[in-house]
């Protein structure tokens, strides 16, 4: 700091006008002088202010003998009286600005007052300003927070600097560090000097968050003084950037059955905004969507929330706004695509069935025609279909999704009546998917089976002498048809044995096939013979087979022996000759008798029974040979009488008698008047006679009563058989019920009853009467078969003591009563 020395001189010119007004004030008072010195402040202690004993003309001498002093009043004495030289000089160092402020000029006045005479004098000490302070703030940092919506114009005022200096050396202006953001306005609102900061820019966080200047305050000093203050901008946000989808679109695929909470995908804004302005929440705005879908608020993921369904919706797009909290958003496009998944199996519709087809349809007919849907794509949708191992069947496809079941091959329903077809239906989806479907086929029935007889050919056996009527066996044919068409009719086959009609032999029950005989068979007339059964069904055209049915008739010892030699007259007598000298062996005669029975029934045996001498003959057991055993002595009466019986080996065996009269004679003669005086059994004759006029009343008597009897049943049967008789299976040819040869065919319909008597010996004509449980009353089963066994006929032997018939003896026989 320099010290500016003021000549008073200079002063006095330049405040000339003051100086007058005070120099007249000193005139009219005490005052002798008034004096003025310039000095500038801040000088130091001891420095000159000015030479007052030259100025005001007073020698030292006075000043000491007038005790000269400064007076101040209360003031602070900052110049002090050297009174040995008579100058002013510095007390205190002078601060212009704590003196006086921003007063100018800042003087000091004081007095210097002398006694003896007593003599004041005023001086003025102006003080000038020096350089001595720089322009200051108050804070050394401002701050400021400026949003960066603020508009370019807008003003933010400073602080402004103070500079206690005065004049020039006072605060004169500011400047701001380099920024071309703000420019600076100083302005003035009276003496200060005030300035503010216009905004030329517009702000922008995102680019620059704070700015950092330096105001500057500078004099006008020499030198030039500043002072600094940092202001400090702070750039506040706004919502001025909108939120921003990282992509513009978000693609993602899913699968149909993904589960709830699936994470789709995530979608992500950026906002370039802080804080509020920058957080971003994230919605959906499509309507519905949300109920499929949901993106979570904070974090911007998207899951599934609903079930997804391939076959109805495959393609889904959302928007998802993206907002920040000033209400600036973007909408990011979420495209979902639904990927299918073989969850469909494929659904088998019947477009139209047959439930029962005829066994006679040709291979390729058509049974149902089905279509198939798989809602499912691609594989998983597409569809093939087969049977269950079915041979008979096979499924074609006619046309997409379209199938047909036809017949593969013929079918028989006699070797499946009935079909379960299943139908399997599977998509190619892997894990494949299927469903099937169950055709229930019903094979109706043609007439394509002819009926089959059990056995190719039969033959069976009866005993003869039957009763008429009577089942031999039955035949038996199957039909493998259904119903009507397997109802088999038996038909008697027309022919001939021995030139009879054979239905005039054996009948047939057309609907039983059991055979009865229609005659009593005579194994001596017929030993066997047979016909033909032709079964036949009941269908339209009817099918039919025959076979071939063989009776043989067996025999039963029905015929008792018959001799033919000797010959038995009936009154004559014819003897043997023995000569008395026939030696012993000797051959009489041999009985001759045949047996009409065959096998055992026919093989004949000879004994001897009674003889006038049993010592001299014997009988060939086997040949019937009658010879000497002795020899004829003279004492053996000439007549000799033999009876010889003649038995088969019939079980019971029949026999017959033979007498041999033998005459033991040398000579004819005398054999012939032996043999006259042979008595002739007419009593005997008389009283046959009698016996038989007796048994044909008895008999007439019962035969009308048995015929009474007879008819009553039969006229009660034919009733109740009227009333009751159904038959509810048609087309089997009817025949009336009774048996007969008349037409034709021999065939019995029904069961009956045949009464019959029986006569044990045509001669007697013993007609015997049953009662119930006898076994002359025969009630035929039609469920019998074979041949029926019955009691043979009791074998009335004669008797040795009757007399041996003449002729063949008639063969007991059956008869029907009343024929
Ligand atoms: C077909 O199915 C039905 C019902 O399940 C059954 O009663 C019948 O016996 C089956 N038929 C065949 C031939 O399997
Ligand atoms: C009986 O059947 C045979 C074949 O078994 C056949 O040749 C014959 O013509 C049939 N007879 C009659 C009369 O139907």
């Given at each position: 700091m320099g010290i500016r020395h003021h000549r008073c001189g200079q002063c006095l010119l330049c405040w000339a006008p003051l100086w007058q007004l005070f120099i007249f004030a000193l005139l009219i008072s005490n005052v002798i002088g008034q004096i003025r010195y310039s000095i500038p402040e801040e000088m130091k202690k001891g420095s000159l202010v000015g030479n007052i004993a030259h100025d005001l003309g007073l020698d030292i001498k006075r000043l000491k003998s007038g005790k000269a002093r400064i007076y101040t009043g209360e003031g602070t004495e900052y110049i002090e009286l050297s009174k040995e030289k008579g100058l002013l000089v510095i007390k205190e160092r002078i601060d212009r600005e704590t003196l006086c402020g921003q007063t100018t000029p800042c003087a000091l006045d004081f007095q210097i007052i002398l006694e003896n005479p007593m003599q004041f004098y005023s001086i003025t000490v102006e003080i000038t300003d020096i350089n001595d302070n720089s322009p200051g703030f108050k804070n050394n940092e401002m701050k400021f927070e400026i949003s960066e919506t603020v508009q370019i114009g807008s003003k933010f005022v400073l602080e402004k600097a103070v500079d206690i200096d005065v004049g020039i050396n006072g605060l004169q202006g500011y400047s701001l560090s380099s920024s071309d953001t703000f420019t600076l306005n100083p302005y003035r609102i009276g003496s200060s000097r005030n300035v503010e900061m216009v905004l030329k820019k517009a702000l922008d966080r995102e680019k620059q968050e704070r700015l950092s200047l330096v105001l500057t305050a500078t004099d006008g000093g020499d030198p030039q003084l500043s002072g600094t203050m940092q202001i400090v901008i702070t750039v506040l946000d706004a919502n001025d950037n909108a939120p921003v989808c990282t992509q513009a679109e978000y693609r993602t695929n899913v699968k149909e059955n993904s589960l709830k909470g699936t994470a789709l995908t995530t979608v992500s804004a950026s906002d370039a905004d802080e804080g509020r302005h920058g957080h971003i929440e994230y919605t959906i705005t499509n309507e519905g969507a949300t109920e499929l879908f949901h993106v979570d608020k904070e974090n911007g993921v998207v899951t599934l929330m609903g079930n997804l369904d391939y076959e109805k919706f495959r393609h889904y797009e959302i928007d998802v706004q993206a907002s920040d909290e000033g209400g600036n958003s973007d909408v990011c496009k979420v495209i979902i695509e639904v990927l299918d998944t073989n969850d469909n199996p494929p659904a088998i519709n019947i477009m139209s069935a047959s439930s029962r087809i005829s066994e006679d349809v040709k291979p390729g007919t058509v049974l149902a025609m089905m279509n198939i849907q798989d809602p499912d794509s691609n594989d998983n949708g597409k569809v093939h279909c087969i049977l269950d191992e079915n041979v008979y069947f096979k499924i074609t496809s006619t046309s997409n999704n379209f199938f047909t079941l036809v017949t593969d091959s013929e079918l028989d329903r006699e070797r499946s009546s009935e079909y379960n077809i299943t139908v399997t239906c599977s998509d190619e989806g892997v894990p494949s998917l299927s469903s099937s479907v169950t055709l229930t086929l019903q094979i109706?029935?043609?007439?394509?089976?002819?009926?089959?007889?059990?056995?190719?050919?039969?033959?069976?056996?009866?005993?003869?002498?039957?009763?008429?009527?009577?089942?031999?066996?039955?035949?038996?044919?199957?039909?493998?048809?259904?119903?009507?068409?397997?109802?088999?009719?038996?038909?008697?086959?027309?022919?001939?044995?021995?030139?009879?009609?054979?239905?005039?032999?054996?009948?047939?029950?057309?609907?039983?096939?059991?055979?009865?005989?229609?005659?009593?068979?005579?194994?001596?007339?017929?030993?066997?013979?047979?016909?033909?059964?032709?079964?036949?069904?009941?269908?339209?055209?009817?099918?039919?087979?025959?076979?071939?049915?063989?009776?043989?008739?067996?025999?039963?010892?029905?015929?008792?022996?018959?001799?033919?030699?000797?010959?038995?007259?009936?009154?004559?007598?014819?003897?043997?000759?023995?000569?008395?000298?026939?030696?012993?062996?000797?051959?009489?005669?041999?009985?001759?008798?045949?047996?009409?029975?065959?096998?055992?029934?026919?093989?004949?045996?000879?004994?001897?029974?009674?003889?006038?001498?049993?010592?001299?003959?014997?009988?060939?057991?086997?040949?019937?040979?009658?010879?000497?055993?002795?020899?004829?002595?003279?004492?053996?009466?000439?007549?000799?009488?033999?009876?010889?019986?003649?038995?088969?080996?019939?079980?019971?065996?029949?026999?017959?008698?033979?007498?041999?009269?033998?005459?033991?004679?040398?000579?004819?003669?005398?054999?012939?008047?032996?043999?006259?005086?042979?008595?002739?059994?007419?009593?005997?004759?008389?009283?046959?006679?009698?016996?038989?006029?007796?048994?044909?009343?008895?008999?007439?008597?019962?035969?009308?009563t048995c015929l009474v009897v007879i008819i009553s049943v039969k006229i009660y049967r034919w009733r109740q058989s009227r009333i009751l008789y159904h038959s509810n299976l048609p087309v089997i040819p009817y025949y009336p019920p009774r048996y007969s040869d008349t037409l034709g065919t021999g065939t019995l319909q029904h069961v009956y009853n045949y009464e019959v008597c029986r006569t044990t010996d045509s001669r007697k004509s013993d007609c015997k009467f049953g009662g119930a449980g006898s076994q002359n009353v025969l009630i035929m089963d039609p469920s019998s078969t074979g041949t029926m066994q019955f009691p043979l006929p009791e074998n009335t032997d004669p008797g040795p003591e009757r007399q041996p018939p003449s002729g063949p003896v008639p063969s007991p026989d059956w008869r029907l009563c009343g024929g």
């Open positions: 109706s029935d043609v007439n394509d089976n002819a009926p089959v007889f059990e056995r190719s050919s039969y033959e069976a056996y009866i005993v003869e002498n039957n009763t008429p009527g009577l089942s031999i066996f039955t035949v038996k044919a199957r039909d493998a048809d259904w119903n009507q068409n397997a109802r088999v009719s038996y038909i008697l086959e027309d022919s001939s044995v021995n030139g009879v009609p054979v239905s005039s032999y054996v009948s047939v029950s057309a609907d039983s096939g059991v055979i009865h005989a229609v005659r009593s068979f005579d194994y001596e007339q017929i030993k066997d013979f047979h016909f033909r059964v032709k079964a036949q069904d009941g269908g339209s055209p009817p099918l039919s087979s025959n076979v071939t049915v063989k009776i043989l008739i067996q025999d039963q010892n029905d015929n008792p022996p018959q001799v033919l030699y000797p010959v038995q007259t009936g009154g004559s007598v014819v003897a043997e000759m023995v000569p008395r000298s026939a030696d012993v062996g000797y051959l009489v005669t041999k009985v001759v008798a045949v047996d009409v029975d065959s096998g055992q029934n026919a093989w004949l045996s000879y004994k001897l029974q009674k003889a006038t001498d049993r010592a001299l003959f014997e009988v060939g057991l086997q040949n019937g040979e009658i010879r000497t055993i002795r020899q004829v002595t003279d004492k053996d009466t000439v007549k000799q009488r033999l009876t010889v019986i003649v038995e088969d080996n019939g079980q019971p065996s029949r026999s017959a008698t033979v007498i041999v009269n033998v005459a033991v004679a040398d000579s004819f003669p005398e054999v012939l008047s032996e043999f006259t005086d042979f008595p002739h059994d007419k009593e005997y004759n008389d009283n046959l006679t009698f016996y038989l006029v007796l048994a044909l009343a008895v008999v007439s008597f019962l035969f009308i």
